[in-house]
């Protein structure tokens, strides 16, 4: 955290991997912008791996968003990271949930894990 501007990651992935994970990957963005947070982004799709998150990114986060309806790749690499698990849908219908999730668990100890 920088000063206390929370950095986010998030990976998003849907079953037919284009218009979900796209959406919520872009819901997530407007909810970090709309806090005043930072963001990245990585997309799992149809495309593959867009905007790989790279280790000092995520060595970085305060919060990682796993936001998908699918299997994730490389879960491994968040490891001892706060993080938060959700399907695709809930950044689109309840973005003001995620954001309190964020918020709650930047705070909290590393390794700490919430589903929504």
């Known amino acids: ?3 206390d501007k929370i950095l986010v990651i998030a990976v ?6 284009v218009a979900h994970t796209y959406m919520a990957a872009e819901a997530i963005r407007e ?4 806090q005043g947070w ?3 982004v990585e997309t799992q799709g149809a495309l593959g791996i867009e905007n790989p998150l790279t280790p000092e ?3 970085t986060a305060d919060v ?6 699918v299997d994730l790749a490389d879960l ?12 695709v ?16 668990v930047a705070h909290l100890q590393n390794g700490y894990v919430m589903d929504l």
């Open 12 to 17: 998003t992935g849907c079953v037919s991997g």
């Open 89 to 104: 849908r809930t950044p689109l219908r309840m973005p003001d949930r995620i954001a309190r999730a964020v918020a709650r």
């Open 38 to 40: 930072r963001v990245q």
């Open 31 to 34: 909810i970090c912008r709309k």
């Open 1 to 3: 955290m920088i000063g």
């Open 64 to 69: 990682v968003v796993l936001a998908a309806d």
């Open 57 to 59: 990114v995520i060595e």
């Open 76 to 87: 491994d690499r968040f490891a001892g990271r706060r993080i938060i698990r959700t399907d």
